[in-house]
């Protein structure tokens, strides 16, 4: 089938709407951005985010703490060669923690994308379809949603070894329920609406529908819900490393980091426990912090529409 | 109603048999044959294939399905090889102590965030709800075990007032009284929980408030006491229902790492020691389990909503 843009007006129209003119038209996006703009806690979470990557990925290019293992300078206490000391096994911990948060964050990053991608598919596939299709794509998504996920990604990294690119793939697949269900609502309050009954009209096909118009509006419920699985990625993974089955060394783990320390909590080296566990409250918060206010300005966007 | 509730039990059926179909696979893919397990690791090819022969282990798989599903609704889960144990009787033994403490957690931290979410809706933006908003975030913000270790650092070892660990005792009724270990895992659990739960039953008294009944109660004049109690508390704790609910697989989560680090003899710590020793059937028992009790959880949860409020039974 031939497709003839129908979202280009005639050359030379635009510019005399029916009514007379009327001032510049703001677009919903560009609301959102200012509503998001505008709220000092979403500026925060954005630069704590902001420094965590440059810390994780320029920090170790400047810093060189040592992270070969060193048992002559084992659990030093904060100094001026070590500012978080070192662990048991003669790791600089500052360096540690950078290097262990590329996981954090890398792992949440993509297991967010795989679950957004995969989910946002998936329910727009199954919202236009409706029917026997519907209910069988949405059961799947019922049986995955109550199986408890931190259980089966145990069981998985118990079993094959845990690996940033296997976490991913892993914790993602118990990320697009959500979004799965969510998309599918929206593509049901969508496929009903005059544009797309237009766009059906103008000859666009299912796969043409669901790429232009209906997943574009149903992203910004796909970003929001984005942002909140980082945050729960990077607390899984916290938590499996903490319970002994996350990554190993070579690669650094914020979550081993605190099992280590925690062997030694009794001795009071706190630069082993508290450092790390901080750096995971502030990433976690600062991704609820954004999702929080991506919400809020998607609203107002809502209310445009 | 009926038609309904048989709906909505025919679905959770179906989501049922999806989840063993699932747990099926995981079991058939990670441990196809417990044969390793039962004749040791140096036994030959040949044995082990006469084994699964034996027991059924190489039939296809849609019959090692029905065989698994046959057994499940015989209440057999599974067998530890490892610890020579049915798994069935391993719950057995354990499952009171958990459901206690979610129990009583949950119970508690329901209890406590309904006054602290109604109080917050109503003096919204004062430094009280401030600071109660605050902790939440940062609570939710924080992992669980970051959390204990804290608590334990703080209570058990700067102050020592209570125990670092849980009671390691197996009569019940000990486990009850012994005050001084089971203080600091229900009241860290009952504080993980609030923080979900007082920001939801903040944001519905919010919703609540701005209805017109709550401007209409208050226009005839009734007392804010009533207004409250009457109108507010009712329909602002409708979206908690669902809310308890959905919070199984969070509460069966929150105990494997509680019971772990408490070393707390309940469900999860026995995962988490399978976990150690890649116990499999306790592992996928385990799963299987709480996928269940999520279904039922959310069931009843429906349920319930629909007793509560009868403008959802239109649906």
């Given at each position: 089938m031939s497709n003839i843009a129908p979202e280009l007006p005639p050359p030379?129209?635009?510019?005399?709407?029916e009514g007379g003119a009327v001032g510049p038209v703001q677009s919903g996006w560009r609301l959102a951005v200012r509503e998001f703009a505008q709220n000092k806690l979403a500026v925060l979470g954005v630069a704590a985010l902001i420094f965590f990557v440059l810390f994780c990925y320029l920090g170790p290019l400047v810093y060189h703490g040592g992270l070969t293992s060193d048992l002559t300078a084992t659990n030093v206490p904060p100094s001026i060669g070590h500012p978080l000391g070192t662990d048991n096994q003669g790791f600089d911990v500052l360096e540690e923690l950078m290097v262990g948060g590329r996981a954090a964050l890398e792992i949440g990053f993509f297991s967010a994308l795989i679950g957004m991608v995969w989910g946002a598919i998936w329910g727009a596939v199954s919202g236009l379809a409706g029917g026997l299709l519907d209910g069988f794509l949405m059961r799947i998504v019922d049986v995955l949603l109550s199986i408890p996920f931190l259980f089966v990604v145990l069981i998985v990294a118990v079993r094959y070894g845990a690996s940033v690119l296997g976490l991913s793939i892993i914790i993602g697949i118990f990320t697009w329920q959500v979004p799965a269900r969510l998309v599918r609502g929206e593509v049901l309050t969508l496929r009903v609406r005059d544009f797309v009954s237009a766009a059906r009209a103008a000859g666009s096909g299912r796969l043409r529908l669901i790429n232009r118009h209906l997943l574009p509006n149903s992203l910004g419920v796909i970003i929001v819900t984005a942002t909140f699985s980082v945050a729960d990625a990077i607390l899984a993974v916290a938590t499996l490393g903490f319970l002994g089955f996350g990554l190993q060394y070579p690669n650094f783990d914020w979550g081993d980091m605190l099992n280590n320390g925690v062997t030694y909590l009794q001795d009071g080296y706190w630069w082993q426990v508290y450092p790390v566990g901080i750096c995971i409250i502030v990433v976690v918060m600062a991704c609820n912090l954004l999702g929080d206010a991506l919400r809020d300005a998607l609203d107002v966007r809502l209310r445009r529409r | 109603m009926t038609a309904y509730l048989i709906r909505r039990a025919a679905s959770a059926i179906v989501v049922l048999f999806g989840v063993s179909i699932f747990i099926f696979f995981m079991l058939h893919v990670i441990y196809p044959t417990p044969a390793i397990d039962v004749?040791?690791?140096?036994?030959?090819k040949f044995s082990i294939a006469q084994w699964n022969a034996q027991h059924g282990f190489d039939d296809p798989w849609i019959v090692q399905y029905l065989h698994y599903l046959n057994q499940l609704l015989h209440?057999?889960?599974?067998?530890s090889y490892k610890l020579n144990q049915s798994v069935a009787s391993l719950f057995q033994e354990r499952w009171l102590r958990s459901a206690y403490l979610s129990g009583v957690t949950l119970i508690l931290s329901v209890v406590i965030a309904i006054p602290v979410g109604i109080y917050q809706a109503i003096r919204r933006n004062t430094v009280g709800d401030a600071v109660v908003t605050t902790s939440a975030f940062v609570t939710y913000a924080m992992p669980d075990f970051f959390f204990y270790l804290i608590a334990i650092q703080v209570f058990a070892i700067t102050i020592p007032i209570f125990s670092y660990e849980g009671p390691q005792t197996t009569s019940m009724w000990s486990i009850i009284t012994d005050w001084r270990a089971m203080t600091l895992p229900i009241v860290c659990l009952t504080l993980l929980d609030l923080a979900g739960y007082s920001r939801y039953m903040r944001s519905a008294a919010i919703d609540t408030l701005a209805q017109d009944y709550i401007k209409a109660a208050r226009a005839k004049g009734l007392p804010e006491r009533l207004v409250l109690w009457r109108h507010l508390l009712r329909n602002a704790f409708l979206p908690m229902i669902t809310l308890i609910g959905l919070s199984i697989p969070a509460l069966l989560a929150g105990n494997l790492v509680c019971e772990a680090v408490f070393n707390f003899p309940g469900l999860g710590l026995l995962f988490y020691d399978a976990l150690g020793t890649a116990d499999y059937p306790i592992l996928l028992a385990y799963t299987l389990v709480g996928a269940a009790l999520t279904i039922a959880g959310n069931f009843v949860a429906d349920v319930s909503l629909t007793v509560a409020d009868p403008r959802i039974r239109l649906v």
């Open positions: 030379g129209l635009e510019h005399i709407p | 004749l040791g690791p140096h036994a030959n209440g057999n889960l599974g067998y």
